[in-house]
C-alpha cells in the first residue's frame, strides 16, 4: 500500500468513526507507528487535516466542524488501485452493453451516472479517464440473453424451469425440466447451474445456447452450496465431475516467468524448478477446457502426468499438424 493510499484509508477509517485508537490505525493499515506517525503528521501539515489526538479518549479522531480554523482540509485528486480502476471500467462497461429492456433496464441509467461520477472524482475527467485507460475483451462472442429475464426470475423465486438446450458440440437439442441453482459470469459468458431433472444430477448450461424457457409452477430442488462446489468447482473450468485428477504442466523458463503469476485455479500448486522452469499442477474433471489453455502455450507447455492427459494432448497436436501436411 502506497503512502497516499494510506492518507485515504485513515481518512475513511476516521470519517467513519467518532475515533480510533493508534493501536487499531495500526492493525487496519499493517505498519509501524513510526510509519503511522509520518502519515499523521503529513495529513496535519500539509493536508491541514483537522486530526486530534484525543486523551480523554485515547483515541485519534477529527474535529467537528465548527471548531476548525484556517485553511480548508482536502484530500488531493483522488487516483485507484490497478483493481480498483480495472473493476470499476469494467462494471461499465458491461452495464453499457445491458439490453436497457431487461430486468435492470431501469436501474441502468443510475448506476452509470453514479459510475461516471466515481471515475470522474480522479485526478482527471471521467472523459479522459476513458480515453486514456482502454479495456479490451478479445475473443467474447456477440450474443442476446432472450431468456436470462425468465432465467433470473426463476432463480431469485425458487421455481422450475422447463428449457430447451442447443448444444453447440454435439449439435442436439433437448428439452429439460431444471431447478436452477445459480448463475455464473466466467470468461465473458453466462452459465446456469442446475439440477436437472432428466439427468438426475447437476449440470451447468450456457444461457446463451438455451432457445425457450419457461417458469413453472413447481418449487426448485435446493442443493446445497457445498455440494455445487464439489461437483461444479472443484475440476478446471467451467467443465463439471466428480472424478477429479489433476494435471502436471512444465512450462519453459521463458514462459515460466508469466505463468507463476497466472491462477489457473484456487487450489493449484506451483513451483520454479532448478532450471529456471515452472511447474504447476491444477486438479480437473474434464479435459476439454484444460487442454485448449494448455495448446495455446504451443511448444512452452508440456504435460507431465497424467498419461491420459498427456496422450489426448500429443492426439491433438498432431491431428493440427497433420492438416498442416495436407
Known sequence: MSGM?????????????HSVTRSELQERLGVSWA??????????????????????????????TEQRVGQQYELPGLWFTAEEIHALLTMQHLLSNLDTGGLLGPQIKPLLARLSGLLG???????????????????????HLEHFQAVGSALLRRKRLVIRYHARGTDEVTEREVSPQRLN????????????HL???????????????????????DVADKRLDEMLGSGYGIFS????????????????????????????EGKLLDDGS?????????????????????????????EALKARVATELASGLARYRR
Not at 466428480?242 to 487450489?267: C, G, I, M
Request: aromatic share 12%.
Open 5 to 17: 493510499e494510506r492518507i485515504y484509508q485513515i481518512d475513511q477509517i476516521l470519517g467513519a468513526r
Open 35 to 64: 510509519t503511522l506517525k509520518r502519515d499523521i503528521a503529513y495529513m496535519r501539515d500539509r493536508l491541514n487535516a483537522p486530526l486530534v489526538f484525543d486523551r480523554s479518549l485515547g483515541a485519534y479522531r477529527f474535529e467537528k
Open 121 to 143: 472524482t480522479a485526478d482527471n475527467p471521467v472523459e479522459e479517464v476513458r480515453r486514456r485507460i482502454r479495456i479490451q475483451t478479445v475473443g467474447a462472442r456477440e450474443f
Open 185 to 196: 459470469y466466467y470468461r465473458d459468458n453466462w452459465y446456469l447451474d442446475v439440477w436437472c
Open 199 to 221: 439427468r438426475d444430477g447437476l449440470r451447468a448450461f450456457l444461457v446463451d445456447a438455451i432457445e425457450y424457457a419457461e417458469i413453472l409452477d413447481k418449487r426448485a430442488r
Open 241 to 268: 465431475g466428480d472424478q477429479v485428477s489433476w494435471a502436471v504442466l512444465r512450462f519453459t523458463p521463458e514462459r515460466a516467468r508469466w505463468v507463476a503469476s497466472e491462477r489457473w485455479h484456487p487450489k493449484q
Open 278 to 306: 515452472y511447474e504447476l499442477r491444477v486438479p480437473y474433471a474434464d479435459d476439454r477446457e484444460l487442454i485448449m489453455d494448455i495448446m495455446k502455450y504451443g511448444s512452452d507447455c508440456m504435460v507431465i502426468e497424467p
